[in-house]
Each structure stands twice: as structure tokens, then as C-alpha cells.
């Protein structure tokens, strides 16, 4: 029976210029859902259009999937890392993203008190539990407190401390199964211990903030570590003798790469060599937004650090780096002229590697039985036209608005 000539109400097909899924490039495309799963993608030709289906053409615009940011610390005035704080609210993240073609985010936070980062991951935990989203948040990225204070960025030292497996163990029950991710810097006593336990947990165990050098890399490695913590940022620079965590990420191809999509923080030649050393499927953009983002310039929070956005550039009070305000849309645009990728390639970086890489089924792709999360953009702007999530328009630019669920 072919799906397409189906008759049912709750079908809906979306036509387009062109469709990137992302791994093909469909001209004249057509994607047709029914509830919050994908049915069939193809060109628009291949589907008729009876009476009681409904049609979205968007002419002038092309599709790909909803974009996954797996390392993003606010947006739109909600800090991930003061989620437990009264007036917080998860949602204005979740509008905020859904803006920008993302459908589904990690929140991620920074190191803090024991206490607090306990009440942080159960109040983000019980958060997520609620729902539907425009953006939805799919699990918890902790970049710290088990991190080497020498290359703590903008986190604030005297929250950063050896690691601690009963505090551990603490922070993965109050997590209730939602922590995906942990940053660490390997080279810290009882470090591969760490790495056991949150691989034992189903936890991905992510090298970053650290000094590590080639032995205390492959010793996590062997023990279960995937991941790398945006590269190049917090860690040594590459060096010609002194081989260190960024070199060994480059070239061991166990390992997946975030990079952070914004030139400010790395320059566009530094992620072309990154795109030129690894798999295509082992590079995830992120972010590595603030709460700021998507907001003016002025005065925000990452964790108990105040921070300032200046031109859109964000800071700690002594002048270190502290985040971006850069939402993966406008990563993906940079991505594809710093790395030179085919735009299909390039959109995986953003879609189904991120998704992938932390065990997310049925994301990042326009295929059938996929949930439809679907970003709409204008063919000749890139600026977003519509967004759905889970099948449901969350984004109609033309109507500047996040629509009610």
C-alpha cells in the first residue's frame, strides 16, 4: 500500500525547494507526517494530494532536520546552571532555540557547590519529565566540577575539585537516568574510575577542561571515554613536541569532537584542520551558548559567575571567554564556509551526529519512522521560516510567535 495515498486527517505533507536529510539532497522535496513521526520523504512529484490531507508548500524555502545542540548553558534568560532558583523557567530556553531550528537541546552546566549542583540536576531532571516543547530538552551535560582548575575558562575555581566517585554516584542518582554527558579532565586521580562508573551508567564520559597528555588520554579511552569538550577550547594548544588532549582527539578516531561554531572562539582555519582530520561522523557542532542568547547586550549569569555580552561577544568581569551567543543556525552557515563541506555533510555536524553521539533514536534525520523535527529555512537568506517539532508547527516566523502546544 503506498503511504502517500492514504487518506487521513492527521497527515500533513510539507513541500520545499529542497530537502536535506542529511544525508541526500532532494530537489523539489516533500515530506509527509502523520502524528509526530515521519511517513516518506521523496520528491514532491512521488506524493498526490488528496482532499482531507493537508498541504504546506513552502516555496522559496528548504528543510532539514530540526537541529541537536548537546552542549548549551542558557538562552532567552534561563541558565541551566540555575535551574533550581525560583522564577526559573526551562520553557523560555525551549522558545528561545525553537527560533533558531533547534528541536531538541542537552542543557548544560558548570561547576558548583555539591548541594547545588544536586538540586540543579533534579530540578533540570523533573523538568524534563513535563512537556510537550517547542525545543525539547533530552537529557543533562555536566561540564564539571571533576575538571583541572588550570584550564577552568570562565567556571569558577573554588567549585572545581578532585574527583569524588560517592559525590558521583550522587549526582547520577538525582539525575534520574537524564545525565548523557559528563566533561572531565582525565589526568586527575581516580579520573578512569570516574570513567568506569559513568560508562556503567550509560553515561558518556567527555575529555575537556584539562591538560592531559597522550598516556592519561588512551588510559580513558581504554576505559570508555567517546568524547572531547569543545576542542581546542580549555585544553593546551597543538604543539609540535608535546603531544596533548586536542592532538590525540584529532587523530584517534574513537573519539567524536565538539566544536564550537563561532569565530570568535576558534578561528575558521583551526576548524577546517579539525574537519580535515576526523570522520564527518565523529564532528558534533555546538554552541556553547549563555543565557544571553537570542537576548541585547548586557549583564547575565553563567552559574554564579556574572558575565557581560558586548557586541555579542561574551565575557567574564576579568575579560576571559565565557560562552557565545551564537545559535547553531548561524553555526551551520560558518561551519559549511570555514570546513568547505558539502552542505549535506555539513548539516549532519548539527542533526544526526549530535544525535548519535549521545544515543538519541530516531533524531536528526528526515527519514520515515523518525520523529518529524523538522527546521524550515528561506533558500536565499538561511533565516528560519517554520519550525516543527514532533509534528507540531512550534515556529511561524511569518506570525513571530512560538505557537501554543
Not at 492514504?6 to 541526500?24: A, K, S
Not at 570516574?194 to 598516556?215: Q, R, T, W, Y
Not at 558575565?307 to 561577544?313: A, E, Y
Amino acid at each position: 500500500m503506498d503511504l502517500e495515498k492514504v487518506v487521513h486527517p492527521d497527515r500533513t505533507l510539507f513541500l520545499v525547494d529542497y530537502c536535506l536529510t542529511p544525508h541526500e539532497h532532494i530537489p523539489r522535496g516533500g515530506i509527509l507526517c502523520e502524528g509526530e513521526r515521519i511517513l516518506a520523504t521523496g520528491g514532491s512529484s512521488a506524493f498526490s494530494r488528496d482532499e482531507e490531507l493537508k498541504v504546506v508548500e513552502m516555496l522559496g524555502a528548504y528543510a532539514v532536520p530540526g537541529f541537536v545542540d548537546t552542549h548549551i548553558h542558557g538562552a532567552g534568560r534561563f541558565d541551566s546552571s540555575l535551574a533550581a532558583e525560583p522564577g526559573q523557567k526551562i520553557q523560555s530556553m525551549c522558545d528561545t532555540l525553537a527560533f533558531h531550528g533547534i528541536t531538541s537541546f542537552i542543557p548544560t552546566l558548570v561547576s558548583n557547590t555539591s548541594k547545588n549542583m544536586l538540586e540543579t540536576v533534579d530540578a533540570l531532571a523533573t523538568a524534563m519529565e513535563h512537556g510537550p516543547w517547542s525545543a525539547e530538552p533530552v537529557g543533562i551535560h555536566m561540564e564539571g566540577p571533576f575538571i583541572n582548575a588550570a584550564k577552568r575558562g570562565a567556571q569558577q575555581e573554588e567549585y572545581i575539585r578532585e574527583v569524588d566517585i560517592g559525590e558521583a554516584r550522587e549526582l547520577i542518582a538525582a539525575g534520574k537516568g537524564k545525565i548523557k554527558i559528563v566533561t572531565l579532565a582525565p589526568e586527575l586521580k581516580n579520573a578512569i574510575l570516574l570513567v568506569e562508573v559513568l560508562v556503567e551508567n550509560g553515561i558518556i564520559p567527555s575529555m575537556g577542561h584539562s591538560l592531559a597528555d597522550e598516556k592519561a588520554f588512551l588510559k580513558a579511552v581504554d576505559a570508555g571515554a567517546t568524547r572531547c569538550t569543545h576542542l581546542f577550547n580549555g585544553m593546551a594548544p597543538l604543539h609540535q613536541r608535546d603531544v596533548g588532549l586536542a592532538a590525540m582527539a584529532l587523530v584517534d578516531n574513537r573519539i567524536s569532537i565538539e566544536l564550537i561554531l563561532d569565530e570568535r572562539l576558534i578561528h575558521p582555519r583551526m576548524i577546517e584542520l579539525a574537519c580535515r582530520s576526523k570522520p564527518k561522523d565523529k564532528i558534533i557542532g555546538i554552541s556553547d551558548a549563555v543565557e544571553g542568547a537570542g537576548l541585547s547586550d548586557g549583564k547575565y549569569h553563567l552559574g554564579e559567575c556574572e558575565i557581560k555580552i558586548t557586541k555579542g561577544m561574551v565575557t567574564t568581569k576579568e575579560g576571559t571567554l565565557a560562552g557565545t551567543t551564537q545559535t547553531l543556525e548561524k553555526g551551520w552557515q560558518h561551519l559549511v564556509e570555514a570546513s568547505h563541506m558539502p552542505r549535506t555533510e555539513a548539516v549532519a555536524c548539527l542533526s544526526v551526529n549530535p544525535a548519535k553521539s549521545v544515543g538519541l533514536p530516531n533524531r536528526g534525520e528526515l527519514r520515515p519512522g523518525f520523529f518529524a523535527d523538522i527546521a524550515f529555512f528561506d533558500s536565499k537568506t538561511h533565516e528560519p521560516r517554520m519550525i516543527v517539532s514532533k509534528g507540531r508547527v512550534v515556529v511561524d516566523t511569518a506570525k513571530n510567535a512560538v505557537l501554543d502546544s
